[in-house]
């Protein structure tokens, strides 16, 4: 692979639960888009919070929801639940790290709407250079010219990419 793809939150977070997943959507290998999970997860997305401002582009990142909060910018990700809390938090803290890179302030929120929950996250020096190394390991991984071996986990039973491992 010439070009390293542009680290996204989805792929900080997918590394998370399952680096196979990592590689696969390097590659634009889609997951099965009928994985009732997938489906579950873009609608708690699209109807919790309503009154917040949702999903902002901003380069290649993808933010679920941004607001103000007194004098902080807050940038919120919205998860089913918590059972991959580890993951999400990853993945805000990348957001907050890339908008760091941009000069751009914020704190974050890890929004369970299900659970009626919310987890302040605040991105500092500790949890940057955790980022900074995420997306080292992340980049070496796509640069591999095959995938990592499948190996069961415990999101394997729910996972859209499940057909890809264990056919």
């Not at 890339?98 to 500790?126: C, H, Q, T």
Request: proline share 5%; glycine share 8%; with cysteine.
């Amino acid at each position: 692979m010439d070009a390293i793809p542009r680290i996204t939150g989805s792929l900080v977070q997918s590394f998370t639960i399952c680096p196979r997943q990592v590689w696969l959507m390097s590659r634009q290998i889609c997951p099965d888009e009928d994985n009732v999970y997938l489906e579950l997860g873009r609608l708690i997305g699209c109807r919790a919070y309503g009154r917040e401002r949702k999903e902002v582009h901003i380069g290649h990142l993808r933010l679920d929801l941004v607001r103000r909060g007194g004098k902080e910018c807050v940038v919120g990700e919205v998860k089913k639940s918590s059972r991959a809390r580890e993951a999400a938090r990853m993945q805000l803290a990348f957001y907050l790290y890339e908008l760091r890179e941009m000069g751009i302030e914020a704190e974050g929120e890890l929004l369970f709407p299900e659970e009626r929950r919310r987890e302040r996250l605040v991105l500092d020096a500790s949890l940057a250079r955790e980022v900074k190394e995420l997306k080292e390991q992340i980049e070496a991984l796509i640069r591999r010219e095959n995938p990592p071996p499948a190996a069961r986990g415990p999101f394997c039973g729910k996972c859209a990419y499940a057909e890809l491992c264990w056919a």
